[in-house]
């Protein structure tokens, strides 16, 4: 197996402490998070899957990065607004619908975050369905050893079922309908630091289409997740120049827009050293 970056190992250690807490905190007592978080780590087909997105992503492409970090960053920033959510006493779709619990949305959403680039081992255009084309039998197979009693077939399918909807969702391009899917849409919109683009932008290339995406991101210096002040989530996104604003009116808000989730945060954007804008 290929070996980990620096900043992929940090992140891990970042989701290690997340789904701690969310277990210990607020599952009760159900450590099926953790169970699968340790299953997903290391796991050598994702691996090969997240590694291989990378290089037809930014090697043949020269796109963004759609590898491990990425993958991994947006199951962070989906961990901790679901953690800020129910701390807010707000329910997932599975809970509102007395058909799942909490640590099932946890689940389903940790599946969805790791796989929901898969497609892109092909090619850009359509890559969030083949995306759920390319999770389905790794889904089906990871939750069958860890859920393997037939009394868990029920549980296994819904898990499944609301993982590929956030993985073929992701995209703002298929109506989705789940809080859970709809937090893989923000947690994706909202990975669009200057590290995602720094790669393609040291690969000498010729202007191309599409580079306004490398370009904008690599102005934004950080996004922030947490508690909001007039809705339970709060993103705050901060820029060094106001290319960034791309990365906000462009990709993010278009997502935020088309996620059942939008009621629930506010959206803050701005040049360092300049007011913050409210979007939301």
Not at 10 to 34: A, H, N, R, W
Not at 174 to 177: A, E, F, L, S
Not at 250 to 264: D, N, R
């Given at each position: 197996m290929e070996s980990k970056s620096p900043k992929e190992?940090?992140?891990?250690?970042?989701?290690?402490?997340?789904?701690?807490?969310?277990?210990?905190?607020?599952?009760?007592?159900?450590?099926?998070?953790?169970?699968?978080?340790?299953?997903?780590r290391n796991h050598q087909e994702?691996?090969?899957?997240?590694?291989?997105?990378?290089?037809?992503?930014?090697?043949?492409?020269?796109?963004?990065d759609h590898g491990p970090v990425h993958m991994k960053t947006v199951c962070r920033n989906a961990?901790?607004?679901?953690?800020?959510?129910?701390?807010?006493?707000?329910?997932?779709?599975?809970?509102?619908?007395?058909?799942?619990?909490?640590?099932?949305?946890?689940?389903?959403?940790?599946?969805?975050?790791l796989l929901h680039d898969s497609g892109m081992t092909i090619g850009r255009k359509g890559h969030e369905l083949y995306s759920g084309i390319i999770s389905y039998p790794i889904i089906e197979k990871v939750l069958s050893q860890l859920l393997p009693e037939d009394g868990n077939i029920l549980r296994r399918t819904i898990i499944r079922s609301i993982a590929i909807e956030g993985i073929i969702g992701h995209m703002a391009t298929?109506?989705?309908?789940s809080v859970e899917a709809g937090?893989?849409?923000?947690?994706?919109?909202?990975?669009?630091t200057k590290g995602r683009a720094?790669?393609?932008?040291?690969?000498?290339?010729?202007?191309?289409?599409?580079?306004?995406?490398?370009?904008s991101a690599n102005a934004i210096e950080k996004v922030k997740i947490g508690r909001?002040?007039?809705?339970?989530?709060?993103?705050?996104?901060?820029?060094?120049?106001?290319?960034?604003?791309?990365?906000?009116?462009?990709?993010?808000?278009?997502?935020?827009?088309?996620?059942?989730?939008?009621?629930?945060?506010?959206?803050?954007?701005?040049?360092e050293g300049e007011e913050m804008k409210r979007y939301m």
């Open positions: 190992i940090q992140v891990e250690e970042k989701i290690t402490d997340l789904v701690t807490k969310i277990v210990e905190e607020q599952t009760s007592g159900d450590d099926l998070p953790i169970r699968l978080w340790n299953s997903l994702i691996a090969a899957i997240q590694n291989y997105a990378n290089m037809v992503s930014i090697g043949r492409l020269g796109l963004n961990l901790k607004m679901l953690s800020i959510l129910h701390t807010a006493g707000m329910q997932t779709s599975l809970e509102k619908e007395n058909i799942g619990t909490f640590a099932d949305s946890v689940a389903a959403v940790m599946l969805a975050s298929h109506p989705i309908h937090i893989i849409l923000i947690a994706d919109g909202c990975d669009m720094r790669i393609p932008l040291e690969i000498p290339s010729k202007p191309a289409e599409g580079d306004i995406h490398k370009y909001g002040n007039e809705r339970p989530l709060k993103i705050e996104i901060h820029m060094r120049a106001e290319v960034g604003f791309f990365q906000v009116e462009e990709v993010l808000i278009p997502k935020i827009q088309s996620s059942p989730a939008k009621s629930m945060l506010e959206l803050y954007a701005g040049v």
